[in-house]
């Protein structure tokens, strides 16, 4: 019986909290305001050369372990698809990662 609650309980947490880990807020941690503000910098530096229409990836070397991606907003399956993503993430080379919208709003961190 106990078993079940835990098990209820915790579907329950991860039903209602899937989305909150992808919702970026300022002042959270300084990792990622930093990860944040300098994707803002790249973007606004290479916005003109790169395809922003695919979601092509802004760069694979933002921060130390961090890539920095542009992605629709709402996502479409084109964000998804590998060689629209960065390959330094896809790689394994880098775990977080910073997702910018064709205007430069930054839509997720993680």
Known sequence: MIFVVILITS???LFFMRD?????????SAEYDKAALIALKVY?????E?????GS????????????DIVHNP???VDNLPENQCPAYLEGR???????DQKGNIIRVQ
């Open 44 to 48: 606004k530096d290479r916005a003109k």
């Open 11 to 13: 579907l329950g947490v």
């Open 94 to 100: 880098a775990k977080h990662f910073v997702e910018l």
């Open 50 to 54: 790169i395809d922003l229409e695919n």
């Open 75 to 77: 996502r479409q399956p």
């Open 20 to 28: 909150s880990t992808f919702v970026y807020k300022q002042g959270v």
């Open 57 to 68: 990836c802004l760069t694979n070397d933002l921060i130390p372990n961090w890539v920095a």
